[in-house]
Protein backbone atom coordinates (compact mmCIF):
# COMPACT_ATOMS: atom_id res chain seq x y z
CA UNK A 1 0.00 0.00 0.00
CA UNK A 2 1.28 3.31 -0.75
CA UNK A 3 1.22 6.12 1.78
CA UNK A 4 1.27 9.91 0.20
CA UNK A 5 2.97 12.49 2.28
CA UNK A 6 0.55 15.39 3.28
CA UNK A 7 1.96 17.56 0.63
CA UNK A 8 1.31 14.86 -1.67
CA UNK A 9 -2.42 14.23 -0.59
CA UNK A 10 -3.40 17.89 -1.08
CA UNK A 11 -2.01 18.53 -4.38
CA UNK A 12 -2.77 15.30 -5.11
CA UNK A 13 -6.67 16.57 -4.23
CA UNK A 14 -6.45 19.56 -5.95
CA UNK A 15 -5.19 18.39 -8.90
CA UNK A 16 -8.05 15.74 -9.24
CA UNK A 17 -10.65 18.35 -8.74
CA UNK A 18 -9.32 20.26 -11.92
CA UNK A 19 -10.08 17.51 -13.81
CA UNK A 20 -13.88 18.64 -14.09
CA UNK A 21 -12.26 22.46 -15.17
CA UNK A 22 -10.28 20.09 -18.36
CA UNK A 23 -13.80 18.39 -18.84
CA UNK A 24 -15.65 21.83 -19.33
CA UNK A 25 -13.11 22.85 -21.42
CA UNK A 26 -13.56 20.15 -23.51
CA UNK A 27 -17.16 20.67 -24.43
CA UNK A 28 -16.08 23.90 -25.51
CA UNK A 29 -13.11 22.42 -27.93
CA UNK A 30 -15.98 20.34 -28.99
CA UNK A 31 -18.20 23.41 -29.69
CA UNK A 32 -15.35 24.68 -32.06
CA UNK A 33 -14.62 21.96 -33.45
CA UNK A 34 -18.10 21.34 -34.98
CA UNK A 35 -18.16 24.44 -35.87
CA UNK A 36 -20.74 25.88 -33.39
CA UNK A 37 -18.70 28.18 -32.14
CA UNK A 38 -16.87 30.93 -34.41
CA UNK A 39 -13.21 30.71 -34.53
CA UNK A 40 -10.23 31.16 -36.69
CA UNK A 41 -7.96 28.47 -37.70
CA UNK A 42 -5.80 29.56 -35.40
CA UNK A 43 -7.89 29.72 -32.31
CA UNK A 44 -8.91 26.30 -33.25
CA UNK A 45 -5.25 24.63 -33.27
CA UNK A 46 -4.58 26.70 -30.16
CA UNK A 47 -7.41 25.14 -28.28
CA UNK A 48 -7.04 21.96 -28.88
CA UNK A 49 -3.15 21.98 -28.01
CA UNK A 50 -4.35 24.00 -24.99
CA UNK A 51 -6.92 21.20 -23.81
CA UNK A 52 -4.74 18.43 -24.63
CA UNK A 53 -1.76 20.12 -22.75
CA UNK A 54 -4.23 20.96 -20.05
CA UNK A 55 -5.17 17.06 -19.66
CA UNK A 56 -1.78 15.25 -19.97
CA UNK A 57 0.17 17.64 -17.85
CA UNK A 58 -2.02 17.14 -15.15
CA UNK A 59 -1.85 13.51 -15.52
CA UNK A 60 2.09 13.35 -15.57
CA UNK A 61 1.90 16.33 -12.37
CA UNK A 62 -0.73 13.34 -10.60
CA UNK A 63 2.55 10.67 -11.19
CA UNK A 64 5.04 13.36 -10.27
CA UNK A 65 3.36 13.18 -6.34
CA UNK A 66 4.25 9.99 -6.01
CA UNK A 67 7.59 10.13 -7.51
CA UNK A 68 8.49 12.78 -5.21
CA UNK A 69 7.76 11.09 -2.31
CA UNK A 70 9.91 8.12 -3.08
CA UNK A 71 13.14 11.08 -3.15
CA UNK A 72 15.04 12.56 -0.53
CA UNK A 73 14.08 16.24 -1.84
CA UNK A 74 13.33 19.21 0.69
CA UNK A 75 12.67 22.79 0.74
CA UNK A 76 13.02 24.40 -2.76
CA UNK A 77 13.79 21.10 -4.60
CA UNK A 78 10.69 19.25 -3.41
CA UNK A 79 8.75 21.77 -3.97
CA UNK A 80 10.01 22.44 -7.58
CA UNK A 81 9.76 18.86 -7.96
CA UNK A 82 5.86 18.24 -7.08
CA UNK A 83 5.07 22.06 -7.98
CA UNK A 84 6.83 22.54 -11.53
CA UNK A 85 4.48 19.72 -13.48
CA UNK A 86 1.29 21.94 -11.32
CA UNK A 87 2.64 24.85 -12.50
CA UNK A 88 2.94 23.86 -16.35
CA UNK A 89 -0.53 22.45 -16.71
CA UNK A 90 -2.06 25.88 -15.91
CA UNK A 91 0.52 27.83 -17.38
CA UNK A 92 0.78 26.10 -20.66
CA UNK A 93 -2.73 25.79 -21.58
CA UNK A 94 -3.48 29.32 -20.43
CA UNK A 95 -0.93 30.44 -23.14
CA UNK A 96 -2.41 28.49 -25.77
CA UNK A 97 -6.43 29.63 -24.58
CA UNK A 98 -5.37 33.37 -23.54
CA UNK A 99 -2.80 34.19 -26.25
CA UNK A 100 -5.46 33.70 -28.70
CA UNK A 101 -8.44 35.19 -27.40
CA UNK A 102 -10.73 37.69 -29.48
CA UNK A 103 -12.87 37.38 -32.37
CA UNK A 104 -11.05 36.72 -35.44
CA UNK A 105 -7.42 36.17 -33.76
CA UNK A 106 -4.90 35.53 -36.73
CA UNK A 107 -1.99 35.67 -34.35
CA UNK A 108 -0.81 35.12 -31.08
CA UNK A 109 -0.47 38.15 -28.56
CA UNK A 110 1.69 39.18 -25.99
CA UNK A 111 0.18 36.14 -23.68
CA UNK A 112 1.96 33.36 -25.44
CA UNK A 113 4.35 34.01 -23.03
CA UNK A 114 2.75 31.98 -20.34
CA UNK A 115 2.97 28.90 -22.94
CA UNK A 116 7.08 29.78 -22.29
CA UNK A 117 7.03 30.19 -18.42
CA UNK A 118 4.55 26.52 -18.34
CA UNK A 119 7.62 24.94 -20.63
CA UNK A 120 10.10 26.56 -18.13
CA UNK A 121 8.53 25.40 -14.92
CA UNK A 122 7.76 21.82 -16.59
CA UNK A 123 11.66 21.77 -17.26
CA UNK A 124 12.55 22.73 -13.60
CA UNK A 125 10.40 20.46 -11.97
CA UNK A 126 11.34 17.34 -14.27
CA UNK A 127 15.26 18.36 -13.30
CA UNK A 128 14.56 18.23 -10.03
CA UNK A 129 12.53 15.58 -9.65
CA UNK A 130 15.17 13.63 -11.63
CA UNK A 131 17.70 14.53 -9.58
CA UNK A 132 16.33 13.83 -6.47
CA UNK A 133 15.59 10.23 -7.86
CA UNK A 134 18.94 9.52 -8.90
CA UNK A 135 20.28 10.87 -5.68
CA UNK A 136 17.35 9.04 -3.37
Request: hydrophobic share 55%.
Amino acid sequence: MVTLSEQSRVLTGILLLSIVTIELGGTFVLRITRWREPATDLQRRFYRAGHAHAGVFVTLALVCQILADATDLDGFADGLARLGPAWAAILVPAGFFLSVKGKGTIEPNRLIVLLWLGVASLAAGSVALGIGLLTA
